[in-house]
């Protein structure tokens, strides 16, 4: 036993195996060990190696789903060894061979799953400057590939997926930063390039890669064909249902980095939770596949205004006939046939999938009637696309009984009358419950026992049970089969005949069930491509009809899409923040356009420049979507990219500090941006001392502005910012309103034209609760640093400095200079060089 199971460990040598011993999964040596630490189970030991005891340790088949929970939730790789061999029909060990192998980016069990998250595996591949990518969603079928141009692009791409296994080259080295641990080194055969379009071909039916559209995608073809590879070889099978080669392009959707899928919070909260995000307020999907499409649609925001607006007549249709209710009803019964018909392509879709799919299908008359009054394109494709089957309904009503078990193991599975053999086997093993009545009563009256029992266990098969104070005049055709502390059992040739009849019946009663139900399948399997039309278009029914839901739920207006570049929203909020206040929320309008690409925001702190912010980012994310936005109404013009250097955190892990972070994300803005892109950056300079902070503050700023021209809103504590727009006419000021109150400060959260007055640090300081001492301190030092502010700006006629420049023997050159200086035309940085350049002067004249 110990060889055989070296020998299949030898195969799956960077993976726990699992190996089947009766009614356990047993692991050994390292494997023990490492499950024993992982699963918080008992590490014991079994025989010896070298004279060392072999370290084992053991799981339950019936809790194996719980245990491989635990496992893929630590990135933990399972091959599963099942024991395919009959015990007793060969000579040494039962025949065993891994079955499936199971890692995070290849669950497929519903019970391993986040039934409302796509969970991909990524395959990537790099050749010179060029880096493919090819994703796919084994529970679903979903399979994109796509290119990048760069490593940026990469991340990018990453971060939008989200993959939760990533596979790459191995000896390759990839720096794919929060992404690193999810990464699986294969061997090379997995990466065979000039096999590649062959790997696609063959799995496509012959489609050369014309077909497929990839012909100019030779490196993202590769990780195509990798991904195929290793799919194939967990699943110990084909992959039936994948039968579209999705190729995404970059230039499609509005692009986010990282940082920016992160500060909108839009699926993750800032804190690392699913709470209080975007997707949270949003999603009231009827289906799993619904708010799984959701989700995608939200981080690949559309940039063809035309698809987006054939989304919106959808929504707008299904809202002002208030329809929305009646098909999220309908909706509700069609489940997550997307994931059932996935397991059932690999050949493990339980009995009740197959019930859920029944009633799936039973449901899309009634949704077509309650369509068909609808006058949209769209809407009239996916009706189309939903398809008619009829047939497999009938089949399915047919085959199945009304409740079938969890599993097809013990039968019960297959309804009275689908099948005549079946039912006659039935009969016999059924009607022996009556005889077995019958028997006891007359073996009761035989023996003048009123206490005897016949009864069956699985272990001993049929037996009659007397107690032993009334063994002693037991007939002579009793023979003992088994004795226990008080009753002893026997059985008799009439009771074996039966039990031979009975059990004969049954076991062939469970071996033809299975056979039907293995043939039910198969015939199923013959319509997986339209079931997955049919899947897809209710994905997008249902995500369609839930913005309409939601449009109606939380006062949602459409937006209108234009093709003049600019953002114009009246009455903008923020959904997240508004949902969770208890209180009403305070609207903002913003205007940006040609003439008007900046607004520098000033005002307190938890005055609400953030949330001014993120909603401006939020509403244009959600525009492209086709979902209604949280606005009385808005006009958005052509848009590429959104930006976001909001908050401030350290990155431990990768060595690196606040402001390098700060700095990092904001480098990203300045090399990527363009006229069309939409920036929000916060706080800019703040990680360092205050005239660098301020010097690179109003640079980013004055490029943005000035030579990107990129729709741009510029937080800041920084109020020399705000003359930015004396000298640059497409910067304008605005500031968040609020009023002082003796040493108290209200918060009005309006957002009014120019600049604000001051920066309330030391109110904001006292709301949150710092001690009073400290308070009346800082006023104090407030007081004095501004007194010595006005000193230097304002100097009197007795001030110390002028009576130094008096005593000295002027140098008429540099104070010539100095009076011809022009401050107000001088940016911070160029107004620092040049007092170093009269310092420089000052000093060589104490010389």
Known sequence: MMQQYLRIKAEQPDMLLLYRMGDFYELFFDDAARASELLDIVLTSRGSSAGEPIPMAGIPVHALEQYLVKLVNQDQAVAICEQIGEPGKTKGPVERKVVRIVTPGTLTDEALLDERQDNFLVALYQDSDIYGLAALALSSGHFIIQECQDHEALLDELARISPAEILTQQHSDWTLGEFQKRVRQLSTRFYEIDTAPQTLSEHFAGEDLADLGCTDLKVA?????????????????????????????????????????????????????RDNTLLAVLDNCSTAMGARLLRHWLHTPLRDHDAIRQRLQVVTALLDKHAFEDIHSTLRRVGDIERILARLALGSARPRDLLRLGVALASLPQLRTQLQPFDSPLLHS???????????????????????????????????GYDGPLDKLRQLSDNAGNYLIELEAREQSRTGIPKLRVRYNRVHGYYIEISKAQTGDIPSDYSRRQT??????????????????????????????????????????EHLAPLQSCSRALAQLDVLNNFAERAHALNLTAAIL???????????????????????????????????????????????????????????????TGSFIPATSARIGPMDRIFTRIGAADDLAGGRSTFMVEMSETANILKHATTQSLALLDEIGRGTSTFDGLSLAWACAEHLAGTVGAYTLFATHYFELTSLADHIDSVANVHLQAIEHGHKIVFMYQVKPGPASQSYGLQVAALAGVPKEVLIRARSKLAELESQYDDINNPGPDHEQGSVFADKKANPEWVA???????????????????????????????
């Not at 189309?384 to 097809?408: H, K, T, Y």
């Not at 009753?487 to 019946?505: H, N």
């Not at 009076?819 to 420089?840: C, F, G, H, T, W």
């Open 484 to 525: 226990l502390k008080n009753v002893e059992r026997y059985i008799t040739p009439e009771l074996k005949t039966l039990e031979d009849q009975v059990l004969g019946a049954k076991e062939k009663s469970l071996a033809l069930e299975k056979a039907l139900y293995e043939d039910l399948l198969d015939r199923l399997k």
């Open 221 to 273: 073809t590769v990780a195509a064909a990798c991904l195929l590879r290793y799919a194939t070889d967990t699943q110990r099978s084909g992959l039936p249902h994948i039968q579209k080669l999705h190729v995404e392009y970059r230039h499609q959707h509005l692009v986010l980095d990282p940082a920016s899928r992160r500060n909108l919070e839009i699926d993750i909260n800032l804190k690392g939770g």
């Open 562 to 624: 234009s093709d003049t570049p600019g953002i114009q929203i009246c009455g903008g909020r923020h959904l997240i923040v508004e949902k969770n206040i208890g209180q009403a929320f305070i609207a903002n309008d913003i205007e940006l356009d040609q003439d008007r690409r900046m607004l520098v925001i000033t005002g307190p702190n938890m005055g609400g420049k953030s949330t001014y912010m993120r909603q401006t980012a939020i509403i244009a994310l959600l525009a492209h």
């Open 817 to 847: 200079e100095l009076q011809n200086i022009k401050l107000d035309e001088m940016s911070p940085r160029q107004a620092l060089e040049v007092l170093y350049k009269l310092q420089q002067c000052a000093a060589q004249d104490d010389k």
């Open 382 to 416: 996916l009706v189309e696309e939903m398809g008619e089957f009829a047939e497999i309904v009938e089949l399915l009503n047919r085959a199945l009984v009304d409740e079938p078990p969890q599993s097809i193991r013990d039968g019960g599975v297959i309804r009275t």
